[in-house]
């Protein structure tokens, strides 16, 4: 089986990959983006579900949701896109998928009260990632990008603890993490997202799909 799950902080587009696969990108709020022989459209205000709705809502600060209510609305954001991401991995297509089960327990358990432990169950069992690429990218030089500040969650103390969460779950070995310094230029970026991809999506030919965090 064709199998490549990657969960990392913006979708991914690679030309070497597009010659053999089509790329499907699920981001937080369960927008879909699918890439077809180089051309690309990311459907910024899809909001193909009722739960997206919800969380965009939210995370816009539209409405107020309650830290396990919210918590729990994520993770059962990605479960709704199971069935669609098996059946697209058993037709042998890369799946890139944005964020993922591990932005849920890094910024929940961000939140005073909540420990790593609680914020992963809800998500144990989900399609397990071949390859999670983290780009780092220190709080201080992110918050010198465009827009930072507009959503919730979008401070600089704010991102500083999630760091420290995404080092906890960096720590579980059954997990391939891959660190890139989102601080080179684009193009090295870039050339190594590609060469971790393409190697991982080789290798993940021959391998069943795991489940995470079980
Ligand atoms: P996006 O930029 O990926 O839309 O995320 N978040 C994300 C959570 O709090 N829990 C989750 O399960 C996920 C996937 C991270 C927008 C914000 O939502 C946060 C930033």
């Known amino acids: ?20 696969w089509t ?34 809502a939210y995370l816009e600060k539209k409405s107020d949701l309650e830290d396990h209510t919210v918590h729990l609305l994520f993770s059962a954001n990605r479960w709704e896109r199971v069935p669609l991401m098996k059946k697209k991995l058993e037709e042998g297509i890369t799946l890139v998928v944005d964020r993922y089960a591990f932005s849920g327990a890094a910024f929940t358990s961000a939140k005073p009260g909540f420990s790593l432990d609680w914020c992963m169950k809800p998500d144990v069992g989900l399609p397990k990632p071949d390859l999670v690429m983290f780009l780092q990218l220190s709080p201080a030089e992110a918050a010198l990008r465009g827009q930072f500040g507009e959503e919730r969650y979008e401070t600089s103390a704010f991102q500083r603890a999630v760091q420290q ?6 720590k579980d070995s059954t997990v391939n993490w ?23 999506v080789s290798a993940a030919q021959s391998l069943p799909l795991g489940e995470l965090w079980k």
Do not use: C, Y
């Open 1 to 20: 089986m064709q199998v490549g799950l990657m969960a990392l902080s913006e979708p991914l587009v690679i030309p070497e990959l597009l010659q053999r």
């Open 23 to 56: 790329v499907v990108g699920i981001d937080s709020q369960g927008h879909q983006e699918e890439v077809l022989a180089g051309w690309r459209e990311k459907e910024k205000n899809d909001r193909s579900t009722t739960i997206g709705q919800l969380i965009s």
């Open 165 to 170: 969460q995404f080092e906890e779950l960096r």
């Open 178 to 200: 891959q660190v890139i310094d989102a601080s080179q230029s684009v193009d090295d970026v870039h050339k190594s997202i590609s060469s971790h991809s393409l190697h991982t």
